[in-house]
């Protein structure tokens, strides 16, 4: 069952304990950016107190149903008070995160990072799988990368920053399709057009190119140490990669792609990617790196100069005879330079398989409405923030699936220490009431049977709050 110390902060036993989760919720000031993303309740249950509700059903192993069967759920909170936050199309999700990860970042992760270490910002998409579903809002028939294969559901493009050691999630969108004809719902007709869910929407429709950039534009690059962003070859174009140069302070690292509709610009010729590698000189043996060259883009900076790249060619471990390019826009980056740095992308690849295998993404509440699944992920990523913070702070390094079960663990420690403790206050009153004994005589018979309990026992009593 559901304790009232992880779901009322106020309460008397929450201040007896140092449970992980609220020590996270206070090192994070959800109680103040939820504020100032306009995330509040007029009457009834804050809205803090419900994201720490929906935060804390995976560490207890409930669901959603199960946890409101609870006895020690109070009465007032019912379904509806959850469901009602999470459908309200006023409230701005995406800055709540944002602000979220980027002070927890700014305050916590860069202290601990050497200033001569590559901060970097992380685009990729995963399939936010609906296959089961068919009226959820804007639902759509999308394709897995990984498999080829088509399902319902969405495309989460996710916006993250790492430093190598520690991911964390900045912003997402969840991508519907551009084809009306694959869509299998409209969007809600009766959304305000004024509201941030609206909005929401119509960038849900767009290509994901473009929101992309909406993405960059809710956080601060400068303030976060990054100089760097890093995506895969499905958003590897010069027109993208030439934007991101030229309007933010930043340089792009990525894969890219053997196409013969993308040009780049050499010795005053255009060449395909194709063209390139079979123009350039290549290293001789087996070496690991085949080649490299420095190319233009085709669009111009500020000062009216072609954009410049380095590709650099290099050989598929999984297949010898195949070949790889990356590109870099920083000519200052050597060639194990540039692989080095993009190597930070599969941070976000553990990042989709963590919130998809132990954080429930897209299980836990089958919502219809948008504004619900997009409340509710973000819920998930604050679970993953929570994860990569304590793997930071720890001395020694565990993995963010083992740390998950280390908080579940903590959780059924304190339900086991608060029930014991209430079996021995019984048992006290049971003594003066029916064998009158005094209040003296009565705690040295408690304190001796204390110190007779074995220490697997006494140890959650003397620490409640220990993981």
């Not at 469901?83 to 006023?90: E, F, G, I, V």
């Not at 000189?281 to 669009?299: D, E, M, N, T, W």
């Not at 079996?423 to 006290?428: A, T």
């Amino acid at each position: 069952m559901f304790s009232l110390s992880t779901i009322l902060p106020n309460s008397n036993e929450n201040e007896k304990s140092n449970s992980r989760m609220l020590r996270f919720f206070t090192q994070a000031k959800i109680g103040t950016f939820l504020h100032q993303s306009n995330i509040h309740k007029e009457k009834g249950v804050s809205a803090r107190i419900i994201v720490q509700f929906i935060f804390a059903l995976v560490l207890h192993g409930m669901g959603f149903s199960r946890a409101l069967e609870s006895e020690r759920i109070p009465k007032h909170f019912q379904k509806d008070t959850v469901y009602d936050l999470l459908k309200n199309p006023t409230y701005n999700w995406r800055k709540f995160l944002a602000c979220v990860g980027s002070y927890l970042v700014i305050k916590y992760i860069l202290p601990l990072t050497s200033k001569d270490r590559d901060r970097v910002l992380i685009f990729d998409d995963s399939l936010f799988s609906r296959n089961r579903s068919k009226v959820v809002e804007l639902l759509a028939r999308v394709k897995d990368h990984t498999t080829g294969r088509y399902f319902k559901g969405f495309r989460m493009l996710t916006l993250g920053w790492s430093d190598g050691a520690t991911f964390m999630p900045l912003a997402f969108s969840l991508l519907s399709s551009k084809n009306v004809a694959s869509r299998y719902r409209e969007m809600d007709s009766k959304i305000d057009k004024r509201t941030v869910g609206y909005h929401r929407r119509q960038e849900a429709t767009q290509k994901s190119t473009e929101t992309m950039f909406n993405l960059l534009d809710s956080i601060h690059p400068k303030k976060l140490g990054a100089k760097t962003v890093l995506f895969d070859s499905w958003f590897a174009y010069p027109a993208i990669i030439s934007k991101i140069v030229k309007n933010y302070p930043l340089h792009v690292v990525c894969m890219i792609k053997r196409s013969p509709k993308i040009h780049y610009t050499y010795e005053g010729e255009s060449y395909t990617l194709n063209q390139l590698y079979k123009k350039v000189r290549k290293k001789r043996g087996r070496a690991k790196i085949l080649a490299s060259i420095v190319v233009g883009l085709g669009h111009d900076d500020e000062n009216g100069n072609e954009i410049q790249a380095r590709i650099v060619f290099v050989r598929d471990r999984n297949r010898s005879k195949k070949w790889l390019a990356l590109l870099t826009t920083n000519l200052a980056h050597t060639e194990e330079d540039a692989i080095r740095i993009y190597g930070k992308r599969w941070e976000i690849e553990c990042f989709f398989k963590v919130v998809k295998s132990h954080l429930r993404l897209a299980k836990e509440f089958q919502c219809q409405s948008y504004d619900s699944m997009t409340a509710h992920t973000t819920i998930v990523f604050l679970r993953y923030m929570m994860l990569s913070l304590s793997a930071r702070e720890e001395e020694d390094p565990k993995t963010l699936g083992q740390l998950f079960y280390m908080c579940c663990d903590e959780l059924d420690d304190l339900r086991f220490a608060e029930a014991l403790m209430t079996i021995l206050e019984v048992l006290g009153s049971m003594l003066a009431e029916e064998c009158l004994l005094t209040d003296e005589q009565i705690n040295e018979f408690l304190d001796r049977f204390f110190n007779k309990l074995p220490g697997f026992l006494r140890n959650p009593l003397l620490n409640p709050g220990a993981a």
